[in-house]
T-cell receptor, first 114, second 117 residues
Framework: AQSVTQPDIHITVSEGASLELRCNYSYGATPYLFWYVQSPGQGLQLLLKYFSGDTLVQGIKGFEAEFKRSQSSFNLRKPSVHWSDAAEYFCAIMIKAAGNKLTFGGGTRVLVKP | GAVVSQHPSWVICKSGTSVKIECRSLDFQATTMFWYRQFPKQSLMLMATSNEGSKATYEQGVEKDKFLINHASLTLSTLTVTSAHPEDSSFYIC?????????????FGDGTRLSIL
């Protein structure tokens, strides 16, 4: 069965600093990959997705992610964080053969220091 | 585009009552909707997959008689928590995709916080 691991439960970063969130997946083939962000008490917003093609994917809010097949990773990055980026971030994979179900990682909570 | 609306956003009710949560796709037709449950500081756990006009498919360990799902139209799915008890208190989130089998991401509602007293 597929799985997603987000090794960092919490990350604290200063405003203006760069941010990288790690995501590793386990699956026999290349899955479809997503990053979602969740603000407290709210649903999930799609930041970006990777289906195929260019392994560096640009998303909303200045985020980007890079798919590395050799490392089974899909890390999320932002060059300069804003206080509004404080939230919970979820990496997820979708297996088409599994009816487009998403498997989520455990999430990484990002705290932004002023 | 691809807006999903959930209602209510917060509900408090007494133990033993049934609670219905609605999930609507506002600007697209959703052939498939998903229902998730999220405990505090935890990830989302898929409860069931709902396809328009057919019975929902429940994940292992989810009681289908307790969590009734109806997907009667291409824009509406409902989750009814029957005879709710305090342990059913949680954050419930729905999502929708535009067509089954296509390479479409799931679009999420804002969630419903259910508190059972």
């Amino acid at each position: 069965a597929q799985s997603v691991t987000q090794p960092d439960i919490h990350i604290t970063v200063s405003e203006g600093a760069s941010l990288e969130l790690r995501c590793n997946y386990s699956y026999g083939a290349t899955p479809y990959l997503f990053w979602y962000v969740q603000s407290p008490g709210q649903g999930l917003q799609l930041l970006l997705k990777y289906f195929s093609g260019d392994t560096l994917v640009q998303g909303i809010k200045g985020f980007e992610a890079e798919f590395k097949r050799s490392q089974s990773s899909f890390n999320l990055r932002k060059p300069s964080v804003h206080w509004s980026d404080a939230a919970e971030y979820f990496c997820a994979i979708m297996i088409k053969a599994a009816g487009n179900k998403l498997t989520f990682g455990g999430g990484t909570r990002v705290l932004v220091k002023p | 585009g691809a807006v999903v609306s959930q209602h209510p956003s917060w509900v408090i009710c007494k133990s033993g009552t049934s609670v219905k949560i609605e999930c609507r796709s506002l600007d697209f037709q959703a052939t498939t909707m998903f229902w998730y449950r999220q405990f505090p500081k935890q990830s989302l756990m898929l409860m069931a997959t709902s396809n328009e006009g057919s019975k929902a498919t429940y994940e292992q360990g989810v009681e289908k008689d307790k969590f009734l799902i109806n997907h009667a139209s291409l824009t509406l799915s409902t989750l009814t928590v029957t005879s709710a008890h305090p342990e059913d208190s949680s954050f419930y989130i729905c999502s929708a995709i535009t067509r089954t089998g296509g390479l479409q991401p799931q679009h999420f509602g804002d969630g419903t916080r259910l508190s059972i007293l």
